[in-house]
């Protein structure tokens, strides 16, 4: 684990399945799934996260938290996550089941200007589903990352078998860190950063 360990205070379960589903129903492509990420995939995720020397975990496309609780239960000091989230009433859920974590209700490819001036970012974890962007969609988000955590890249977690982003023509090295079976459908995690 990179993160900085500590006592992990226990997290509630946020539930949101009800919420998750409905807004697959109504923007499936804005959605990409119909069920939140499994714990097995929140810890994997959360393995390969930082937040050490104070740095702040940045996750985009929280959707109902199931990743920000896996995170939580890691033991990252709420304060010390952000989360963004576009859909008013999932954020809305997110502030009612995470306290003492910043959600911000916004478009993550508007990233920084959203986030405070001169925040450390450790990590930023993406569940947006960038796999049914285009190119030029994926490029602008890959730019919204390096303007906040200049080198650094991102966590992409994907029900894709190989990478879902063309990371050459993005300019992006990529490695895949993770796999899990114990989620629906399995996932892995992948690591892209600045080529
Ligand atoms: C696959 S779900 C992941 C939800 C959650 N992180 C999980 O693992 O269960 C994708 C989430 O990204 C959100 N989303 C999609 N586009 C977004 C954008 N441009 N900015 C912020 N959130 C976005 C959706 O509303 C949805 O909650």
Redesign the pocket.
Known sequence: MDGMMRAAAPVRQGGGFGL?LK?WAR?PL????VV??SPA??RRIARLSRWDEGRCVV??????????RALLAAGLPPERLVV????PE?AEHLRESLPGVRVIT????ALPELLPPGMRVGTVIC???LVLLPLERQRAFTRAVEAVAPGLGFLL?TYCITSPLPWRALGLEAKREAWTPLNLPPASVWRYRPG
């Open positions: 998750f807004r923007n804005q959605m990409g799934s939140p990420s995939l929140g996750e985009l496309g929280a959707g109902t938290g199931a990743v920000s963004v989230e576009i859909v999932m916004g478009d993550a490819f569940g947006i589903p977690y």
